[in-house]
């Protein structure tokens, strides 16, 4: 079945604490993508990837890093998280970097908390 | 102001009724994407415009480029379509995705 995998699906953390919320696809998608997801402000794009070793910035990336060393996988990683980066996460791939070719595949989401 | 607005917010709906949804942005964009986000969290892209319209069962989704909106019609909804409703623009000649809020639909029986 093709699909985007994430892992974990529910993460509490401390502060500080570094954590990697991995994800995986299995569709051979150039484009990999972060989104985090908070009440009144919707989905907020963090960093996306349109191939291998390419990755970038997108509208709220402090306290983020992402790497692409193979095309399948794209973790997420926080160095030293905080309460504020408590949100739902979502991770999504394509064909393409426009969507086209049947859009955006996401996965199933990763609710973390930080206490 | 938010480059991506919705509207309504909210939508309550009964069983067979026609259904719109607005979205209107400020930016330029080389696309944009309609998204349902089902009551379990999981999203699922519906349609990808950079003109015109598409048609896909009862969801049909429109775009006017000079005017900087776009539509999501439901013909004969039925509760299997309640979800939030959200829509993505491709800011420019990027791969940046903003979304709009989102259009939280009811259908009752």
């Known amino acids: 079945e093709a699909q985007v995998t994430q892992n974990p699906r529910y993460l509490i953390t401390v502060t500080g604490k570094k954590l990697t919320v991995t994800c995986s696809q299995n569709?051979?998608?150039?484009?990999m993508s972060w989104y985090r997801q908070d009440p009144g402000l919707g989905l907020r794009q963090i960093y996306y990837?349109?191939?291998?070793?390419?990755?970038d910035k997108g509208d709220v990336p402090e306290g983020y890093k992402v790497s692409r060393k193979e095309k399948r996988n794209f973790p997420l990683i926080l160095e030293s998280p905080s309460p504020n980066q408590t949100s739902l996460y979502f991770c999504?791939?394509?064909?393409?970097?426009?969507?086209?070719?049947?859009?955006?595949?996401f996965g199933s989401g990763t609710r973390l908390t930080v206490v | 102001k938010n480059e991506v607005e919705q509207s309504p917010q909210n939508l309550t709906a009964q069983e067979g009724e026609f259904i719109t949804i607005n979205c209107s942005y400020s930016?330029?964009?080389?696309?944009l994407h309609w998204l349902q986000q089902h009551p379990g969290g999981g999203i699922v892209s519906l349609f990808m415009?950079?003109?015109g319209k598409k048609k896909h069962g009862r969801l049909i989704a429109t775009i006017n480029i000079q005017e900087k909106h776009s539509s999501l019609h439901i013909t004969a909804s039925h509760p299997r379509d309640s979800a939030v409703y959200i829509c993505?623009?491709?800011?420019?000649?990027?791969?940046?995705?903003?979304f709009g809020t989102g259009t939280l639909l009811a259908v009752q029986p």
């Open positions: 999504a791939s394509s064909l393409s970097g426009d969507g086209s070719n049947y859009g955006y595949t």
């Open positions: 569709m051979n998608h150039e484009y």
């Open positions: 990837s349109m191939n291998v070793e390419v990755t």
């Open positions: 930016v330029g964009i080389s696309a």
């Open positions: 415009l950079s003109s």
């Open positions: 993505a623009v491709r800011r420019g000649a990027t791969n940046k995705l903003i």
